[in-house]
């Protein structure tokens, strides 16, 4: 089963907790127990998994990112966004989730994030289940 669904991004570097609709995807494909690939199909993006109970983490983060690689860095990539590039090599753009029980198994303090490093923009994200048999 595959699920797609859109996220609208307000800044140019922003984690968005999508947790929610990766979970009503996984219950929508009737699951109880298999594996939820989380994949977005674009190069200056990516999917993140870290804490969600602290809105600092995924704020620190995207400080961090930007600090790390910024934007004008003398890069050769002609469009501008050679750092929005790297980190989402940084990141990866996909993320596997073990189902059990009819539930993502992610830990207490986890949640997965959209992460956009070119925005703002409207992107998509892809969720594909696949249950044990």
Same mark, same amino acid.
């Given at each position: 089963m595959l699920e797609k669904f859109s996220v609208k991004t307000r800044a140019r570097c922003e984690l968005l907790d999508i947790t929610p609709l990766v979970r009503e995807a996984a219950r929508k494909s009737k699951?109880?127990?298999?594996?939820?690939?989380?994949?977005?199909?674009?190069?200056?993006?990516?999917?993140?998994?870290?804490? @969600?109970?602290?809105?600092?983490?995924?704020?620190?983060?995207?400080?961090?990112?930007?600090?790390?690689?910024?934007? @004008?860095?003398?890069?050769?990539?002609?469009?501008?966004?050679?750092?929005?590039?790297i980190k989402s090599c940084l990141c990866g753009n996909s993320k596997t989730v073990f189902i059990e029980d009819g539930d993502l198994m992610l830990g207490t303090w986890e949640g997965i994030y959209f992460a956009e490093f070119d925005g703002p923009r409207t992107r998509e994200v892809l969720v594909k289940v696949l249950r044990e048999v």
């Open positions: 699951a109880q127990s298999g594996v939820c690939f989380v994949y977005t199909p674009h190069t200056t993006a990516g999917i993140v998994i870290n804490e @969600n109970a602290d809105p600092d983490v995924k704020r620190d983060i995207s400080k961090f990112l930007e600090k790390l690689i910024p934007k @004008n860095s003398g890069f050769d990539h002609s469009e501008g966004n050679s750092d929005a590039h």
